[in-house]
């Protein structure tokens, strides 16, 4: 049995910046700018990979992190869907996928994810499927509903302004 639960727009806030003033030697960037005949309205994410979704006016898609981790991390856009996946199960703490969204409208997360959002995003609806133990902070201007099989528990904090959970 399947459980749906509708939370409030603002879930957690998180001040992560995807400003990068240079990179450092042992980093490298993999970036690819999304056609118009690619564009996607839901990401599907597999393995334990860490993501940050910005709200832009294009479709763009950036992995960051050490060489090895970066050529290790696979993407593609297909009818409308983002794939995220990793050649190796775990990915976490290690390169992380910065994605510019234009009105997201589901993500679905198979692994053991971090997905957060650097500002709001300006989705009308967010349909969030969990099928794995995940981290969310994701600010929306509209709501976000989560739903997740009954094998995960799902647990909710609300911040407001900059104070953190205590």
Not at 34 to 52: A, L, P, T
Not at 69 to 78: A, G, H, I, Q, R
Not at 92 to 97: L, S
Request: some cysteine.
């Amino acid at each position: 049995m399947n459980k749906l639960i509708m939370a409030v727009s603002l879930l957690t806030f998180s001040a992560t910046s995807s400003e990068d003033n240079g990179i450092e030697k042992n980093k490298m960037e993999n970036k690819m700018r999304v056609s118009k005949n690619n564009c996607f309205d839901k990401i599907i994410i597999y393995n334990d990979i860490d993501v940050v979704l910005t709200e832009a006016t294009e479709n763009r898609i950036e992995i960051k992190g050490e060489v090895e981790d970066v050529k290790n991390v696979s993407f593609y856009v297909k009818k409308g869907i983002l794939y995220i996946d990793s050649k190796f199960h775990t990915q976490k703490n290690t390169a992380v996928i910065y994605v510019s969204v234009v009105q997201l409208q589901c993500i679905e997360v198979n692994g053991r994810s971090k997905i957060t959002s650097n500002g709001f995003l300006s989705s009308k609806i967010l349909n969030v499927q969990v099928n794995e133990e995940s981290n969310f902070e994701l600010k929306n201007h509209g709501p976000i509903y989560f739903k997740a099989d009954n094998e995960i528990d799902l647990h909710f904090e609300r911040w407001k302004g900059p104070q953190q959970p205590g």
